[in-house]
């Protein structure tokens, strides 16, 4: 399909693809090849609203009780810049710098907090250890970093993953697409949950750990949630009294959620890249929407959210 301007300046200069509006700048050197139009900013908002549902136990649903009271505070990608403006709601007295540039361009030892959330679609597959490095040196001592990714791939709590089949192709076509660019740094990992720790620890942050939680696609039937071993979104969740209609809720945002996120992440480096036509694109989309929300197999993605320290 072809592509065509709608705008005038240089780096504000939008560019309509298969009815999605992008960034032609990040398009053209393969920076972030996600939309950046009004369906894909309501999906931040509505997104970020979900979070702070799944992370109830932490403050104000933003960050974690281990973070301590930061008073100087960097967000990576902001996108909508819904987290720093909450953020700064909640505690008036701190300081937020939003960047959505080069970290390189950041003074050292700055900041107590740097939060860094589903950047990984503009990160170069190569880029990963310096992005831990460079938050390492801008932090203060003592400082933190608390970077949440998605673990884009769709698992099944009934052991159902034939009924997923969808999903998994979505998942292997994205990958593909993310590292078939021929720019290296053009390069993406559709997958990097695994390596932030060790990436972490390589830049010298210490006191490493990773939160993990089972996120539904949809709302499992009436408790499905409770009768499920794997299934938690938290250790505590007992003590919190999370209810099961919490979760069916998690489950509902969720759908919305993860249905525009197969949609916006993948259009665009599958299609272009010839990885699977426009139309055989739809088509699997629609199937993985069904996939997404079929209660029988209770599926769901992994969320996780890794803590390091500068020392
Ligand atoms: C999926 S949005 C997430 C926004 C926000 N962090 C949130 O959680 O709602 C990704 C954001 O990261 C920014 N981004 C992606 N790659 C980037 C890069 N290489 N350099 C700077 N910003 C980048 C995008 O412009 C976008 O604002």
Redesign the pocket.
Known sequence: MAASNTGDEDFDRKLTYCDREYQEHSLRYE??Q?PIDSEEETR?LE??EMLKLIYSDWNNGLYAPIVGDPEVILDC????G??AYDMAEYDPNCMIADL??RLDCAEAETFDLIHS???S???SATRWPNYFRDMHRLLKRGGWVQITEWDLFFRSDSGNSDALQALNEWTRLYTQALGSSARPEGRKRSRVVQDCEAWMRMAGFVNVSTDVRDVPTCAWPQGAHSSSKSFCFHPTDKELGTTDAHNRSIGEANLTNMKGLIHSLALYPVTSRQIREIEGFHELIEAAYAELSDVGAKPYIRLHTTFGRKR
């Open positions: 920076i972030y996600v931040l997104q970020h990608g902001f996108g909508t819904t987290w959505n540039h959330r589903f950047v679609s503009g990160i």
